[in-house]
């Protein structure tokens, strides 16, 4: 027994190495932070959950495990087969013995983490619609309040204040501060983006911009949250972020991109002396055009003091009363025309009527009446004769056909039991009974023998 225990104690539980191995790699420094590299293999996205996966190169595969407090500060939307720079810890999974890389961060190899930031981003806002040409505003031609957001320490304000107030000072150009670098700035520019949306009515354009930099300077102008704002601002919006050559997601959501503050300024002011050059041109024009069309119309108005009709204005109505007259006479020789026509046949109407007198009419159909009436009379008491003559004559056929007459000669018939008339002897057989029929009533028999009688 004291043996059996001794062997025991020598070996170890499944649970007690797993755990003794997980330890062990606990307590490594070496393998507390491992900045690795390799392609994402057997990616799954799960919904507000964790992530599992694994990494692989050309030779081996490494599972990775990514919980989901981690997984939400990723800033780009991992894919299967991208190549990925990751940062994290190794260990064990002790329940399976199997050990497997516990990941902090990612970031996408290759290309830089900013630049695949920015082209998912770019890629999602593209397929909503907030870069799309036809939601693109017109700018005012005559602004009166133009909000600015940038740097209060900037040389953009200063730009935009001065190209302003040399090309249209008209304008009211009213700052509102932001930062624009750093962790921070994209919460301050949308800050600042939604004071003014608050006094929408007061303004009619928005500048937002900064001056040049890196990627990474100019990054918080590609936060999704800075572009949806830009796009759900009540006025047009220009954007002026870097320069000419950089472009941030700003610049594709606003209504208009200006390669430097002072275009930007240019792009919100008209410049008030082309301005007023155009409007003195246009007077100019306006006055031309005027004193042409007076002048044409004084030459007409002339013509028409100087015509005969002016002079002579009887001559007008002199040819209509001529025709007056005329069509007066016609209308009288028609109306003539008419009346003794119209007399021709009221005339001849007349005699018509008198040659059908109503009195002459209506004494011949009562003659008529009065003899049709009595041909019918004679024609039903002759038909009546005819029919009675026919029913005699039928009474008296039917009485001579009558089998009572036969009877009444002293002959009779026979019938069996069941009412039929008997013709032959073979309908008979001794001891039936049969009822004979006389002229004057019935007798019941029986047949006691039959003799047949053949006739040659």
């Not at 302003?164 to 009213?174: C, G, K, L, Q, T």
Request: hydrophobic share 35%; proline share 4%; aromatic share 8%.
């Amino acid at each position: 027994m004291d043996s059996t225990n001794g062997t025991d104690e020598k070996y170890l539980t499944v649970s007690e190495l797993n755990w003794y191995v997980k330890q062990k790699f606990d307590r490594d420094p070496y393998l507390r932070q491992i900045f690795l590299q390799g392609e994402l293999s057997n990616f799954r996205f799960r919904r507000g959950g964790h992530q599992y996966f694994s990494l692989k190169d050309d030779k081996s595969k490494i599972n990775v495990v990514m919980f989901r407090g981690d997984f939400d500060k990723v800033k780009f939307e991992p894919e299967e087969g991208m190549k990925v720079y990751v940062t994290g810890r190794l260990s064990t999974y002790e329940a399976q013995g199997s050990y497997q890389f516990y990941a902090k961060s990612m970031e996408p190899a290759g290309l830089g983490a900013l630049y695949e930031r920015f082209r998912q981003l770019q890629e999602k806002l593209a397929k909503e619609g907030l870069f799309a040409q036809e939601h693109k505003r017109p700018l005012p031609l005559f602004p009166d309040k133009i909000a600015v957001v940038t740097s209060a320490s900037g040389a953009v304000i200063h730009d935009i204040m001065v190209t302003a107030n040399r090309r249209f000072p008209h304008a009211e150009i009213d700052l509102f501060p932001a930062q624009v670098q750093g962790e921070s700035a994209a919460g301050s520019l949308v800050s600042a983006m939604q004071q003014i949306q608050a006094q929408a009515d007061e303004y009619d354009v928005l500048i937002i911009g900064r001056g040049g930099g890196s990627l990474e300077d100019l990054w918080p102008f590609n936060e999704e949250e800075v572009v949806r704002q830009v796009y759900a601002m009540k006025m047009p919006v220009i954007s002026s972020v870097g320069h000419e050559t950089d472009t941030t997601l700003c610049d594709l959501a606003a209504d208009c991109r200006a390669a430097t503050p002072t275009a930007a300024a240019e792009m919100a002011t008209p410049a008030l002396t082309l301005v007023l050059a155009e409007i003195g041109q246009l007077q100019t024009r306006l006055l031309t055009d005027i004193r042409a069309v007076i002048q044409v119309r004084a030459q007409a108005l002339a013509q028409l003091e100087n015509s005969f009709i002016m002079k002579e204005p009887q001559r007008l109505y002199e040819q209509k009363m001529q025709q007056v007259d005329q069509l007066s006479q016609q209308l009288s020789r028609m109306m003539e025309v008419i009346v003794k026509d119209q007399g021709q046949k009221l005339s001849i109407l007349t005699q018509r009527l008198q040659h059908q007198a109503p009195d002459r009419r209506i004494k011949q159909l009562k003659q008529e009446n009065s003899y049709l009436a009595k041909s019918l009379e004679m024609g039903i008491k002759r038909i009546l004769e005819q029919k009675q003559a026919a029913c005699r004559q039928a009474v008296q056929q039917l009485d001579d056909y009558s089998p009572l007459k036969t009877l009444a000669r002293g002959y009779s018939y026979t019938t069996d039991a069941s009412g039929n008339v008997v013709k032959s002897v073979q309908q008979l057989a001794p001891g039936d009974q049969v009822r004979l029929h006389l002229k004057d009533g019935q007798a019941i028999g029986r047949i006691e023998e039959i003799k047949e009688e053949k006739n040659d």
